[in-house]
């Protein structure tokens, strides 16, 4: 999803988003992909399937996080409440209660939900969201303990390497510069320590509805600086609003200077229907992203295509549900709303190539990265291996160095052998 933008006084009475209206049974066997009776011979403990418990110790790749959108109501809260301390008037409720699960994320075990229902939500809670964030965060300081708490929120979970992305924005009395410079600080010093456990990256966004070529190129320009500076930038993003207009080909060069640079470039990429045509997939295809975010509504020849070239896909399980943007399931003549077993997660794992589970937004949908892998083993029939697996075909899209893959690899080969699993699961 779209960093959120909007930190207009009427976002803070924008509401919640509802629960989802009806819910069925998670999958039976009979429906889980690649499930087999079961046999009385011993399961080798790599075949099993893996519970929230083996998931959490899974050394696991995150891609696709924005920096915003991971900062979830208890980080807010703690914030609100030191600067509330030293008397400042922030011009919004607690958050803690104000934000407190509004998505019901943790609830779509069984990920069917509404998804018109939701969809009519989201956009307004994200201006809810984005109006606490924006009113909370908008000094260094805030921003500086809001990004440390996101690194530690996502090393708690068993993220073993991180790349965060940020849009460069200037927060009162601080440039977007200066602002951008906090994020790394805190991301440098993370790394002199706690790197050693989750080694963290920084990508950063160009937004397709607020910046035109100038202010395009400028970030590029700064990613790059950042980057000749010996700073963990690896990478710059098209985000922003699907639905806004915009030529993209007016943004094309800027996206053209970060990749010559030696900068990957990664794209949110047919996210709606009316920004999934022949010509806006095909123009963004020729920027040569090496990953595409959530990749949505992709004709299958096209998949091929991409598939082909190495492309990488970041599949966001529960914001895609939770936010409505798959595709409704017809059966039989009748229509339903779709869940994680519909999720085209499916057809990208089937392949065998690059991929990576994202948390998109944990502040606004309240699933973890744990949480997400949970729901990909539980829908997709997934083994123990198959977690491995997936975790080794993310970093294998990973925009950060090679001692960066390395390192991951290594962890899942001890990883594995602490499981118990010996030699028998190889790369």
């Not at 609100?80 to 607690?94: F, I, K, N, Q, T």
């Not at 400028?218 to 985000?239: H, S, W, Y």
């Not at 896909?313 to 529960?318: A, F, G, I, K, V």
Request: glycine share 8%; proline share 8%; net charge negative.
């Amino acid at each position: 999803m779209r960093e959120s933008d909007d930190n207009s006084s009427d976002a803070l009475s924008s509401p919640t988003l509802p629960p989802p209206s009806s819910l069925l049974p998670s999958p039976s066997p009979s429906m889980r992909r690649g499930s087999v009776s079961a046999v009385s011979a011993p399961v080798p403990p790599e075949t099993r399937a893996p519970d929230p418990a083996f998931c959490l110790r899974l050394p696991k790749v995150e891609l696709h996080a924005h920096l915003n959108g991971s900062i979830t109501a208890d980080t807010l809260q703690a914030i609100w409440d030191m600067r509330r301390s030293r008397g400042d008037e922030l011009g919004v409720a607690p958050p803690a209660a104000a934000l407190k699960d509004p998505s019901h994320a943790q609830g779509i075990d069984s990920c069917v939900s509404r998804a018109h229902v939701l969809a009519d939500a989201t956009p307004s809670f994200f201006a809810h969201f984005g109006a606490f964030v924006y009113r909370i965060v908008n000094t260094p300081d805030a921003l500086a303990t809001a990004t440390r708490a996101v690194l530690l929120n996502f090393l708690s979970d068993g993220v073993a390497y991180l790349e965060l992305r940020t849009t460069p924005r200037a927060l009162p009395d601080t440039t977007a510069e200066e602002a951008v410079r906090i994020v790394l600080r805190e991301i440098v010093a993370w790394n002199a320590s706690d790197g050693a456990s989750m080694p963290t990256r920084l990508i950063l966004s160009i937004d397709r509805a607020r910046h035109d070529t100038g202010a395009a190129m400028e970030i590029a320009e700064l990613a790059l600086r950042l980057r000749d500076e010996g700073l963990p930038v690896v990478g710059v993003d098209l985000c922003g609003d699907p639905a806004a207009p915009c030529d993209l080909r007016s943004l094309a060069p800027a996206f053209k200077r970060a990749r010559d640079g030696g900068l990957g470039v990664v794209l949110h990429f047919a996210e709606t229907p009316g920004s999934s045509t022949d010509a806006e997939l095909d123009e963004l295809l020729s920027w040569e992203p090496r990953r595409l975010g959530h990749a949505i509504h992709v004709p299958v020849p096209l998949r091929e295509r991409i598939l082909d070239a190495g492309i990488a896909p970041e599949l966001c399980l529960s914001c895609n549900v939770l936010a409505g943007m798959l595709p409704p399931v017809v059966k039989d003549g009748v229509e339903r709303a779709p869940g994680i077993v519909d999720h085209h997660f499916g057809w990208w794992w089937d392949k065998g190539g690059p991929l990576s589970l994202g948390t998109d937004d944990v502040g606004v949908f309240q699933a973890t990265s744990t949480d997400e892998h949970v729901h990909a083993a539980t829908h997709f029939a997934l083994s123990r291996k198959d977690m491995v697996d997936l975790s080794r075909r993310a970093i294998s899209a990973a925009l950060g160095s090679d001692e960066d893959k390395q390192r991951v690899q290594g962890l899942l080969d001890s990883f594995c052998r602490d499981e118990g699993w010996g030699r028998r699961v190889s790369r």
